[in-house]
């Protein structure tokens, strides 16, 4: 089956310094990535999304992941984190028999001033 | 993107009645929306795929008597949540199928009393 894994339940982060929130893949295949935030009591919005083509893509709101085959990684990045981009962050992956998709447990992004 | 609205985004019921959660694609037709489900500060889990004009797919270990389904039209997928119980208060989200990216709604926070 098609999943991701975020091996943190949290990341702290000075305003300012850049982020990353971790993301590893298995997949059969080539695999359809995804990056989502989720403020509390929200629904989901999408950042960016990996299907093919290059390996650094950017996304909303100043976030860019990377594609990194060798690794089975899909890290999400931002070069100067704000404090409103405290938030739940969710890795996905479409899964393989439909459009639905898999997500990690989640990382807690906290920035402090 | 595509809007993807969800209602109501809270609802507080007594044990044993049952809830309706409403999932309308505003400005598209959605042939196929998913149903998550959320536990506090845990992931989404995919609990069923709602099919317009069929029946819905339901995910390994989610009860389809419990958890009513219906998508009669193309722009509204309904999940009833019947006979409610506490162990059923959580975070439900819908999303669109298709294409290679979901629009979620906003998601509805049930609380069972």
């Known amino acids: 089956a098609q999943s991701v894994a975020q091996p943190e339940d949290q990341v702290n982060v000075a305003e300012g310094n850049p982020l990353t929130v971790k993301c590893t893949y298995s997949v059969s295949g080539n695999p359809y990535l995804f990056w989502y935030v989720q403020y509390p009591n929200r629904g989901l919005q999408f950042l960016l999304k990996?299907?093919?083509?290059?390996?650094l893509v950017k996304g909303s709101y100043g976030f860019e992941a990377e594609f990194n085959k060798s690794q089975t990684s899909f890290h999400l990045k931002k070069p100067s984190a704000l404090v409103s981009d405290s938030a739940l962050y969710f890795c996905a992956v479409r899964d393989i028999t439909g459009y639905a998709l898999n997500f990690g447990k989640g990382t807690s992004l906290l920035v402090t001033p | 993107g595509a809007v993807v609205s969800q209602h109501p985004s809270w609802v507080i019921c007594k044990s044993g009645t049952s809830v309706k959660i409403e999932c309308r694609s505003l400005d598209f037709q959605a042939t196929t929306m998913f149903w998550y489900r959320q536990f506090p500060k845990q992931s989404l889990m995919l609990m069923a795929t709602s099919n317009e004009g069929s029946k819905a797919t339901y995910e390994q270990g989610v009860e389809k008597d419990k958890f009513l389904i219906n998508h009669a039209s193309l722009t509204l997928s309904t999940l009833t949540v019947t006979s409610a119980h506490p162990e059923d208060s959580s975070f439900y989200i819908c999303?669109?199928?298709?294409?290679?990216?979901?629009?979620f709604g906003q998601g509805t926070r049930l609380t069972v009393v």
């Open positions: 990996y299907i093919t083509g290059d390996n």
């Open positions: 999303s669109t199928g298709g294409g290679t990216e979901a629009f």
